[in-house]
């Protein structure tokens, strides 16, 4: 079995083969779909190529599925949150950046975080003093 990544809301499969897939908006309207990779800390992203995101710009993440923002609203309106479905079946919390080309990732276990990517401490604060609980 290997990792599977959930919609928090609605519990829909968001992998598909290779790719972890949200539907976007951009602050202009612009709306598409983005494939990530199910990878912790690798940042490749795959669009249509006339998708265009601009690097620094809020990009919102939207379950396919439930269609609902994934926004992690108690923590920072510029992360968004899934779920990370364990090889054991055990559920964490998964954050990362809404923002085009920042580079950062956030794995919630019960008692610590898990930071991952370049731009991991801009947001490290959210999650308590510390990267313990």
Same mark, same amino acid.
């Given at each position: 079995m290997e990792n599977n990544y959930l919609c928090p #809301?609605? %519990?829909? %499969?968001? #992998?598909i083969k290779k790719s972890i897939v949200f539907s976007a908006k951009t602050p202009s309207g612009e709306k598409g779909l983005i494939f990530l990779s199910p990878k912790i800390g690798d940042y490749h992203v795959t669009k249509? +190529?006339?998708f265009k995101i601009k690097e620094g710009e809020h990009t919102e993440l939207?379950? +396919?599925?439930?269609? @609902?923002?994934?926004e992690a609203k108690s923590l920072n309106k510029n992360?968004? #949150?899934?779920i990370? #479905?364990?090889?054991?079946g055990?559920?964490?919390?998964?954050l990362f950046s809404e923002i085009?080309? @920042?580079k950062c990732t956030y794995?919630?276990?019960k008692n610590r975080v898990d930071s991952f990517g370049n731009d991991s401490d801009h947001y490290i604060n959210f999650f308590g003093e510390g990267s313990e609980f």
């Open positions: #809301k609605c %519990q829909g %499969q968001l #992998k249509h +190529p006339e939207f379950c +396919p599925i439930c269609h @609902e923002n994934l992360l968004a #949150k899934i990370l #479905k364990d090889k054991k055990v559920k964490h919390d998964i085009v080309g @920042e794995i919630i276990y």
